[in-house]
């Protein structure tokens, strides 16, 4: 019989037992007139996602596929994504939804579908994301304030952040890396920019997902808060990345990532010698969040 599946929605979760539930339901909730696909990845969680995802899986056997790891795989070097989901996609489509985040319009997965199913010169799919600091609320933000479907431009796509991972929706083949692309650490930057070397990249105004700042478990969290020598080691490994990216695709974005690496750069001085100046992170990021 023929597989009919449309989308593929995938979930890689490490120790998200406050949210991984309320990620799997709004996936759930999801009103489509095609099918779609659930992966769920467990990185040998041990605070009890593991107990959450497989009484959904059992509940939803014929919508949810789960694997569950018994050593964790981002250890070990391993891309979750890269490695892992992506050969199990059925989709034409991969649209992303850690387990710490969650959609928030049931409408989302249709809205993205019919707006790629008629532009076929789209790449990647995005759309606006609340952004909610744990323990904060006086930080809850948007991550853009684009009122009309909005095309990225190179310095939104390379050097701000003006969209999030659970928003994205593209087509399968785009969000498969090169082998010498797939294990650096900023997997959703990757799949950003390497989907933005294929084609064009669009926002749609709409806010349809929640982003969870904060989760000490979150990747972007141990990053920023592991002190600046282990931010500036993480963002040389980006800077590693788009120097591969430049030549894999023929020098076609070198002023952008000239640029990136200068903002770098400066930004490496400052820590090295903050007497001199000014120059934080929310600088080198071109104040991304776009506030």
Request: aromatic share 14%; charged share 25%.
């Amino acid at each position: 019989m023929r597989d009919l599946t449309q989308v593929t929605v995938m979930v890689p979760v490490y120790q998200h037992y406050e949210y991984v539930e309320q990620c799997l339901c709004s996936i759930l909730a999801q009103k489509t007139v095609f099918q779609y696909q659930i992966l769920v990845h467990d990185d040998a969680s041990t605070d009890g996602s593991t107990e959450i995802i497989r009484r959904y899986s059992m509940r939803y056997p014929d919508r949810i596929t789960v694997i569950y790891e018994m050593q964790n795989q981002y250890s070990q070097g391993r891309s979750i994504v890269q490695d892992i989901l992506l050969p199990l996609a059925k989709g034409k489509y991969i649209a992303f939804c850690e387990g710490d985040d969650r959609w928030c319009d049931e409408n989302k997965l249709q809205r993205q579908y019919d707006y790629m199913e008629s532009h076929p010169e789209c790449t990647l799919c995005t759309h606006n994301t609340y952004w909610r600091e744990t323990g904060h609320p006086e930080k809850n933000r948007m991550f853009n304030k684009w009122s009309q479907i909005h095309r990225l431009t190179q310095e939104e796509i390379f050097l701000q952040w003006p969209v999030h991972a659970s928003s994205y929706f593209l087509r399968k083949e785009a969000a498969e890396l090169p082998v010498l692309m797939k294990h650096y650490w900023m997997g959703d930057y990757t799949v950003l920019t390497w989907a933005a070397s294929q084609s064009e990249i669009v926002s749609l105004p709409e806010a349809m997902s929640v982003y969870h700042a904060g989760n000490p478990n979150g990747v972007t969290w141990k990053n920023t808060r592991s002190g600046p020598e282990t931010e500036l080691q993480k963002e040389r490994q980006r800077i590693e990345y788009l120097q591969l990216f430049d030549r894999c695709t023929g020098g076609r974005y070198h002023r952008i990532i000239l640029k990136r690496q200068r903002m770098y750069a400066r930004w490496e001085r400052s820590l090295r010698a903050p007497f001199f100046g000014i120059f934080t992170k929310e600088h080198f990021l071109c104040y991304n969040t776009l506030v």
